[in-house]
């Protein structure tokens, strides 16, 4: 989008790293924090999603 500034996570660096075991790791590494963090935001919109409907349903 135009105007739009681009997150400082979002942006790639112009170094490459290293391919090999080192790398491989560094990958698995990123990969599970990003798994860790899609498995938060999925945790808090369901519990929110209970309460919201906790709040609604008939009979409390």
Not at 4 to 28: D, F
Not at 54 to 60: M, P
């Amino acid at each position: 989008m135009p105007g739009r500034r681009v997150r400082k996570s979002a942006q790639q660096s112009t170094t490459r790293a290293p391919a090999g075991p080192a790398r491989n790791t560094e990958v698995r590494i990123e990969c599970a924090i990003q798994f860790r963090r899609i498995g938060d935001k999925l945790n808090f919109r369901q519990k929110l999603l209970n309460l919201i409907s906790k709040l609604f349903r008939s009979g409390t």
